[in-house]
């Protein structure tokens, strides 16, 4: 079974930095994409970033593109999403996901993602 756990959210002023891990459990962790999502009160789940494990691409949400980065550390099978230069509109539940890997991530929506972490909260204060 796919287990995805999140861990690294919580409250930081515009400007700061936080950093998240999406931890994997229960598949062959070279064999996925995961992909990193927010969603905020009363909008609708959007991609921000994504890494295939094997092949090292990368997405960027152009939102995020030059403020975020994603990386793997694939003998902990653990995906990072650092975030710089934290806005007030960054303010969401993020969510890390899993996907067989594919060769166009820029094409994975939500509903191409089977195994979903719980979720952890990032609040920007202004």
């Known amino acids: 079974e796919v287990q995805l756990v999140e861990s690294g959210g919580g409250l930081v002023q515009a400007g700061g930095s936080l950093r998240l891990s999406c931890a994997g459990s229960?598949?062959?962790?070279?064999?996925?994409?995961i992909g990193w999502f927010r969603q905020a009160p009363g909008k609708e789940r959007e991609g921000v970033s994504c890494?295939?494990?094997?092949?090292?691409?990368?997405y960027y949400a152009d939102s995020v593109k030059g403020r975020f980065t994603i990386s793997s550390d694939n003998d902990k099978n653990t995906v990072y999403l650092q975030m710089n230069s934290l806005k007030p509109e960054d303010t969401a539940v993020y969510y890390c996901?899993?996907?067989?890997?594919?060769?166009?991530?820029?094409?994975?929506?939500?509903?191409?993602?089977?195994?979903w972490g719980q979720g952890t909260q990032v609040t920007v204060s202004s």
């Open positions: 890494i295939s494990i094997i092949g090292g691409s990368t």
């Open positions: 996901a899993a996907v067989p890997d594919f060769p166009e991530l820029n094409r994975l929506g939500p509903t191409d993602f089977g195994s």
């Open positions: 229960g598949f062959t962790f070279d064999d996925y994409a």
